[in-house]
């Protein structure tokens, strides 16, 4: 049965909702800013500073409040580790294990996830796996859950490919505002095959997180009401105003934690790591007065070769790596990355300038990476991402921590089909997957390489093709609008 999106909402227990945005393309509600905005291409692009080791293979990073200068003038009390949003960027080397220290200064608890990572479970970010402030109740709000008092050891072993990873909150029931206070940050791993590459780096390689963000009149993140009140709050299922039960977006676009940012560009190539760190909001990325992105990698790693897109599609979750050749356009002209899914100020991303001309010895070869092959599946599943009874659920189960919905078997592949009622961006840890199949057609330009997630549109058919290797354990699938997922859209399968 297809249904209108209105009357689906209302189905969840939303009334009276004005339906932002262009129909099934977007996912979200969106939340407006009472503070005022700035002009947008004024603020300087951001860098956030690189991760710097304690010791050989030792971070130390600590959850803290603090405030930044989101908007010009006034004060945005973030959550951020190392007291910044974006958090650090990490710069992790193939077959450099990593243990990074995680002590957590806020006043909830959290658990951090490094987000396509081939992590072992206890270090994977589980959501009832946490760490817990000073002064916590000691009594756990789930069955299950593990408290470790202020700090937890992460231990990466880092033997996956390069590729563009990200880290950020994971916490049962509370992932969606914790995030959305800015517990995020990205980590690239790298490595020789990657190295031998001719490609833009140094000052010519930008990592660029993308969210949405609403604004109250003070400058303080706004978010939904019932959301507001878990500050300090300990336990308890987070419940959102249903309103947004479809997710929130926010009507200010930020890079790097910059509403609308520029940057100065030379007239040569630049890589540019993409990512949604949004909670709900869909991005159809362009470049205006026009040009091509060059994609040279995916969620997971290089691409075999390079593939040219004219916009990229990229839901919450998702990462795409990408070469842009700024010596197409005239020394002076402004580029625009904006955002073709949205009308009004969130239909502008970023700005860059082409400063001047500069000599550019960088490349993009034909053949990038040998990535794994594609294995002979051993299996079939299906998953079914939608709303049953007013809850978001999976396979019709709302989040049951500790049952897992599969049991795949370490070192083999399987077929996962995945299917909903709404859009649903599908995350699933520790498996690295090729999209076979979208409707029974093959997929998207833009599905190119090994991904960790996956863009589901509502009432589409999604096939992928998932490795399961590198650990035994529990792990998870959810969907990545983190509104959904709080809301339950959550199973655990476990690698045997
Ligand atoms: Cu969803």
């Known amino acids: 049965m297809r249904i209108s999106r209105r009357a689906f909402v209302g189905m969840l227990g939303g009334a009276g909702l004005g339906i932002?945005?262009?129909?099934?393309?977007?996912?979200?509600?969106?939340l407006r800013s009472r503070a005022?905005?700035?002009?947008?291409?004024?603020?300087?692009?951001?860098?956030?500073?690189?991760?710097?080791?304690?010791?050989?293979?030792?971070?130390?990073?600590t959850q803290r409040v603090a405030a930044a200068e989101i908007l010009p003038g006034l004060r945005t009390e973030v959550w951020g580790y190392g007291g910044t949003f974006p958090g650090p960027t990490f710069?992790?080397?193939?077959?450099?294990?990593?243990?990074?220290?995680?002590?957590n200064e806020l006043p909830v608890p959290t658990s951090t996830h490094l987000h396509g990572g081939v992590t072992p479970p206890g270090s994977d970010g589980y959501p009832t796996d946490l760490v817990v402030p000073a002064g916590a109740p000691p009594h756990p709000a789930h069955p299950g859950e593990v408290h470790h008092p202020l700090v937890k050891e992460?231990?990466?072993?880092?033997g996956q490919r390069a590729a563009t990873l990200w880290y950020h909150d994971h916490r049962m029931d509370f992932t969606a505002p914790q995030v959305w206070r800015g517990l995020a940050g990205m980590a690239l791993v790298r490595d020789e095959e990657e190295d031998a590459l001719p490609l833009p780096r140094g000052e010519r390689e930008l990592p660029l997180m993308i969210c949405d963000r609403a604004f109250e009149e003070d400058g303080s993140f706004r978010y939904p009401r019932a959301h507001?009140?878990?500050?300090?709050?300990?336990?308890?299922?987070?419940?959102?105003?249903?309103?947004?039960?479809?997710?929130?977006?926010?009507d200010v676009i930020l890079v790097n934690g910059a509403p609308w940012p520029v940057a100065e560009v030379t007239a040569t190539r630049y890589r540019l790591r993409l990512l949604n760190a949004s909670n709900a909001r869909r991005y159809l990325l362009r470049l205006a007065p026009g040009g091509r992105f060059t994609q040279i990698g995916s969620d997971s790693g290089l691409l075999a070769a390079p593939v040219t897109h004219d916009a990229i599609p990229i839901s919450p979750g998702e990462r795409y790596d990408v070469v842009v050749d700024f010596s197409g356009y005239p020394v002076g002209t402004a580029v625009t990355l904006?955002?073709?899914?949205?009308?009004?100020?969130?239909?502008?991303?970023?700005?860059?300038?082409?400063?001047?001309?500069?000599?550019?010895?960088?490349?993009?070869?034909?053949?990038?990476?040998?990535?794994?092959?594609?294995?002979?599946?051993?299996?079939?599943?299906?998953?079914?991402?939608?709303?049953?009874?007013?809850?978001?659920?999976?396979?019709?189960?709302?989040?049951?921590?500790g049952v897992p919905l599969a049991r795949p078997r370490v070192g083999t592949a399987e077929v996962w089909r995945l299917t909903g009622d709404f859009r649903h961006p599908v995350h699933v840890h520790l498996a690295h997957f090729q999209v076979l199949a979208r409707n029974g057609?093959?997929?998207?330009?833009?599905?190119?390489?090994?991904?960790?997630?996956?863009?589901?549109?509502?009432?589409?058919?999604?096939?992928?093709?998932?490795?399961?290797d590198g650990h035994r354990g529990t792990y998870m699938l959810h969907c990545h609008n983190l509104e959904h997922e709080d809301m339950a859209m959550m199973a655990d399968f476990e690698v045997i």
């Open 20 to 30: 932002a945005g262009c129909g099934a393309e977007v996912a979200g509600q969106l």
């Open 36 to 61: 005022r905005l700035p002009e947008p291409f004024t603020a300087p692009l951001p860098i956030p500073d690189v991760a710097r080791p304690v010791g050989p293979g030792r971070y130390e990073v």
């Open 91 to 103: 710069e992790l080397r193939r077959g450099e294990p990593v243990t990074v220290a995680v002590r």
């Open 154 to 158: 992460y231990r990466y072993p880092v």
């Open 228 to 250: 507001r009140s878990g500050h300090g709050e300990h336990g308890g299922r987070g419940r959102l105003d249903g309103d947004y039960m479809e997710g929130v977006e926010g």
């Open 338 to 401: 904006v955002n073709a899914l949205a009308d009004g100020p969130a239909g502008n991303v970023m700005g860059f300038v082409v400063t001047r001309r500069a000599p550019d010895d960088s490349a993009v070869p034909a053949v990038l990476s040998r990535p794994p092959g594609r294995p002979r599946p051993v299996a079939t599943r299906r998953f079914d991402f939608r709303a049953t009874d007013g809850a978001w659920t999976i396979n019709g189960h709302r989040y049951r921590p």
């Open 441 to 468: 057609r093959p997929p998207a330009a833009t599905d190119a390489g090994w991904k960790d997630t996956v863009d589901v549109g509502p009432y589409e058919v999604v096939d992928v093709l998932a490795r399961f």
